[in-house]
């Protein structure tokens, strides 16, 4: 499998996340607190696995700076979702977002590189993200 | 390695000065705002401190040893408001203690998830790293915590 291939597809879910980010920023106000706290902790956790799982593949090498910048990175997810709503909605996808992104490489390092392994990950999280933008259109 | 008990000493003690302060205010809040501080605290000092705990000992003892310390932990920060955060603080506690002593036997003897074997000669190097980054993510979100009282 080409190391480019998964780069692009970790750039892809990225894109597609932050085009979720900004179709939430417009109808914040009518989201209460209890989806908040969900959606904050749900895209946290899943862009942690993601990067982590990818990062592992390409760089089995580095399994230091790989559990550190995905650590930072779904941090930073989570506390940026949650900042649309509250802060103590952010606090929860911080905390979320530090477990998963300390975990995710383990699972992409047991996996040993696996594709249909990864082929699942992106299922879950298309599946999620579908279930994410019903769950905000219908409040 | 006598420097892991010195991390595990400065963790332990950002914990207890922050139950402190949360101590001091509890009259003032909500159920909600109980039950964010018992999920966000307890995880991620568990997670912290059962990684160091886990460099210094075999790993059975260490699992056994930091899963109870973290149950009484996330229950201690539960407790604070109502008792009925005390579920909350005790699942993320001994889920962030399962988590942190994984990756603390896998820094230990990274060939049980079939990292590549050069990591061997790097095993103390990693640990300091480790140790440094788990200190400074406690300190962060202490911080984030205080400063989730003034507003």
Do not use: H
């Given at each position: 499998?080409?190391?480019?291939?998964?780069?692009?597809?970790?750039?892809?879910?990225?894109?597609?996340?932050?085009?979720?980010?900004?179709?939430?920023?417009?109808?914040?106000?009518?989201?209460?607190?209890?989806?908040?706290?969900?959606?904050?902790?749900?895209?946290?956790?899943?862009?942690?696995?993601?990067?982590?799982?990818?990062?592992?593949?390409?760089?089995?090498?580095?399994?230091?700076?790989?559990?550190?910048?995905?650590?930072?990175?779904?941090?930073?997810?989570?506390?940026?979702?949650?900042?649309?709503?509250?802060?103590?909605?952010?606090?929860?996808?911080?905390?979320?977002?530090?477990?998963?992104?300390?975990?995710?490489?383990?699972?992409?390092?047991?996996?040993?590189?696996?594709?249909?392994?990864?082929?699942?990950?992106?299922?879950?999280?298309?599946?999620?993200?579908?279930?994410?933008?019903?769950?905000?259109?219908?409040? | 390695?006598?420097?892991?008990?010195?991390?595990?000493?400065?963790?332990?003690?950002?914990?207890?000065?922050?139950?402190?302060?949360?101590?001091?205010?509890?009259?003032?809040?909500?159920?909600?705002?109980?039950?964010?501080?018992?999920?966000?605290?307890?995880?991620?000092?568990?997670?912290?401190?059962?990684?160091?705990?886990?460099?210094?000992m075999e790993v059975q003892i260490a699992t056994f040893l930091t899963v109870i310390c973290?149950?009484?932990?996330?229950?201690?920060?539960?407790?604070?408001?109502?008792?009925?955060?005390?579920?909350?603080?005790?699942?993320?506690?001994?889920?962030?203690?399962?988590?942190?002593n994984?990756?603390?036997?896998?820094?230990?003897?990274?060939?049980?998830?079939?990292?590549?074997?050069?990591?061997?000669?790097?095993?103390?190097?990693?640990?300091?790293?480790?140790?440094?980054?788990?200190?400074?993510?406690?300190?962060?979100?202490?911080?984030?915590?205080?400063?989730?009282?003034?507003?």
């Amino acid at each position: 499998m080409g190391t480019q291939l998964l780069g692009y597809l970790l750039l892809g879910n990225v894109l597609i996340l932050s085009l979720i980010y900004i179709y939430i920023f417009k109808i914040r106000k009518l989201i209460g607190f209890q989806l908040g706290m969900s959606i904050s902790s749900v895209s946290g956790g899943l862009i942690g696995i993601i990067t982590g799982v990818i990062l592992i593949y390409q760089f089995p090498l580095k399994f230091v700076t790989v559990t550190i910048i995905t650590t930072l990175m779904s941090m930073f997810v989570g506390a940026i979702f949650g900042a649309l709503f509250d802060y103590q909605t952010l606090l929860v996808g911080y905390g979320n977002g530090v477990m998963t992104g300390i975990m995710a490489p383990m699972i992409g390092a047991a996996a040993k590189g696996s594709l249909p392994f990864l082929l699942f990950l992106e299922g879950v999280f298309l599946f999620t993200l579908i279930l994410l933008i019903i769950s905000a259109k219908r409040t | 390695m006598y420097w892991i008990w010195f991390f595990i000493f400065l963790n332990c003690l950002v914990a207890l000065i922050t139950y402190r302060i949360l101590f001091r205010k509890r009259r003032l809040f909500s159920e909600r705002y109980g039950m964010i501080i018992a999920m966000t605290c307890s995880g991620v000092i568990s997670l912290i401190i059962s990684m160091l705990v886990q460099f210094t000992m075999e790993v059975q003892i260490a699992t056994f040893l930091t899963v109870i310390c973290c149950v009484i932990v996330g229950a201690f920060f539960g407790a604070l408001v109502t008792f009925q955060s005390i579920l909350a603080g005790v699942l993320n506690g001994i889920v962030g203690s399962l988590m942190g002593n994984m990756l603390g036997a896998v820094v230990k003897d990274p060939t049980i998830c079939s990292l590549p074997v050069s990591y061997l000669n790097t095993v103390e190097e990693n640990m300091l790293i480790f140790g440094v980054f788990g200190t400074l993510l406690t300190c962060i979100t202490m911080s984030l915590v205080y400063f989730s009282l003034k507003v």
